[in-house]
């Protein structure tokens, strides 16, 4: 599917999240051109709800069946992006900043394309992280090729 497609279906999903007062999140196109599905993610700060979901999905549905651009057939999903979210811009990691994640970059930074920490900051276009391995490390945004928060259990107990 080209790109043109899932940039349309990300700029309507951020619209309708807009409009119903939760954040968007990302937009995945995965499965085949036969079975293909939209999957888009959305969130709100103490998370959402089943009734965010389904005002979420009846609207983008509305809209997707009007402007009728997908070529083919498809399923629509919308869900939380759960506890290991993907971190997906700068502002993602500003956000998530203190949170433990785990960073895969393009390239090898010192020997290392994975790192497994906490974000310590962002400046400019750069993400400062706290590795485990090897200490606060400077990795450039455009160089990472995957990134999501990794749950911290010690803290989840803490909030219960």
């Known amino acids: ?33 036969r079975n293909m599905v939209v999957r888009v993610f959305v969130d709100k700060p103490d998370g959402v709800t089943i009734d965010d979901l389904t005002a979420v999905s009846r609207a983008m549905e509305s809209i997707l069946d009007e402007e009728d651009f997908i070529p083919t057939a498809y399923l629509l999903e919308v869900s939380s ?34 790192f497994n920490g906490r974000i310590a900051g962002v400046d400019g276009d750069v993400v400062e992280f ?13 160089d990472i090729s995957k990134a999501n928060l990794r749950v911290d259990l010690s803290e989840e107990f803490k909030r219960r």
């Open 81 to 114: 992006p759960g506890l290991e979210r993907g971190l997906f811009s700068l502002d993602d990691f500003r956000k998530f900043t203190g949170k433990k994640a785990k960073v895969k970059t393009n390239t090898e930074i010192d020997g290392q394309a994975n």
């Open 130 to 142: 706290d590795d485990k391995t090897t200490g606060r490390i400077r990795l450039p945004f455009a």
């Open 1 to 33: 599917m080209s790109e043109g497609v899932a940039e349309r279906v990300s700029q309507i999903a951020a619209r309708v999240a807009g409009e119903k007062g939760v954040e968007f999140v990302n937009t995945e196109i995965a499965g085949t051109k």
